[in-house]
């Protein structure tokens, strides 16, 4: 008898999971993941940011050199929606499989809703919002809420405390290297999954969309997301659905199918 939990899945997705127990989950996010939470995303949807804004404006260490008033305004905007948002059941629910089957988090998402909702382990591949450093020394920066503002605000980016250089979003820009040390954690990760699951990502941007491709062979994975996305994987499921209503159906099934003993 199918239990209410799998019952609640697509059953090709139920059909794969029942049949094993999964000791080292990794959830690989994108900007879909926060899409319902009010975030906006970066390709999707009709208010997605790079439709709206220049990402070779906002977004590069050139455009950080010729106007940090217009770039640290930006950021400063977007700091400012997702400390307005609130994590969603998703995010509720992927903390809830760390801390119960101990999942790995690799992110591409500069938000803290992964975090919010009390997850403790999140690799973010491309930086936070709320780690912003100085450009010269690198020395992290406490920074007071964000201004409620619009985009297009010109805010001039604080000192640092230690030297005299300006304080810089903590994001990895266009253009920018990942850093090697969160690049290993994520890879390590990935490579030793014996599930993954990808949740809103058009699977377009490099390196972080070529990640996911370290899974194992034989090794499950399914891709949440509304649409259909690039994801450079052998996707074996595809569940056309959001983050906020797919995810807490995942967990409850893969918590009651009960996990195997090691962690990640
Ligand atoms: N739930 C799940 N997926 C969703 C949802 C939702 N509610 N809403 C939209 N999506 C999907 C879209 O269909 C799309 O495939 O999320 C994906 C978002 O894609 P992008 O906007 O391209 O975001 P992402 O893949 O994270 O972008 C990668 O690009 O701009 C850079 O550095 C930025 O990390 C970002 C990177």
């Known amino acids: ?61 050139e455009a950080w050199h010729r106007d940090r008033a217009l770039v640290w305004g930006w950021y400063e ?19 809830r499989l760390q801390r119960e089957a101990g999942a790995g988090i690799v992110t591409q998402n500069v938000d803290d809703l992964h975090e919010r909702a009390g997850a403790t382990d999140v690799v973010h ?50 253009g920018e290297s990942l850093e090697p040390a969160v690049v290993d954690k994520a890879s390590r990760h990935i490579a030793a999954c014996d599930l993954l699951v990808i949740v809103g990502t058009s699977g377009t941007v490099y390196p972080a969309a070529g990640l996911v491709a370290l899974a194992a062979d034989g090794v499950p994975v399914l891709e949440i997301n509304p649409q259909r996305a690039e994801v450079a994987s052998n996707v074996d499921f595809r569940w056309r659905s959001t983050a906020a209503q797919a995810l807490p159906l995942l967990v409850e099934a893969l918590l009651e199918a009960g996990t195997a003993d090691h962690k990640c």
Do not use: Y
Not at 10 to 34: C, Q, Y
Not at 82 to 94: E, Q
């Open 1 to 61: 008898m199918t239990s209410p939990a799998f019952a609640a899945l697509p059953t090709p997705l139920a059909d794969l999971l029942s049949s094993r127990r999964f000791g080292r989950i990794v959830v690989f996010s994108g900007a879909g993941m926060s899409e319902d939470s009010g975030i906006p995303t970066f390709r999707s949807g009709s208010n997605g940011l790079w439709s709206a804004f220049d990402p070779q404006q906002l977004a590069t260490p």
């Open 77 to 95: 905007w977007r700091r400012g929606l997702v400390a307005a948002a609130r994590p969603h059941p998703g995010h509720v629910a992927l903390a």
């Open 125 to 174: 591949l491309h930086g936070s919002l709320f780690a912003p450093r100085c450009e010269t020394c690198g020395t992290p920066a406490q920074l007071p809420p964000p201004p409620a503002g619009d985009p297009a605000q010109r805010l001039e980016p604080p000192r640092c405390e230690r030297c005299p250089a300006l304080i810089r979003p903590g994001v990895v820009w266009f």
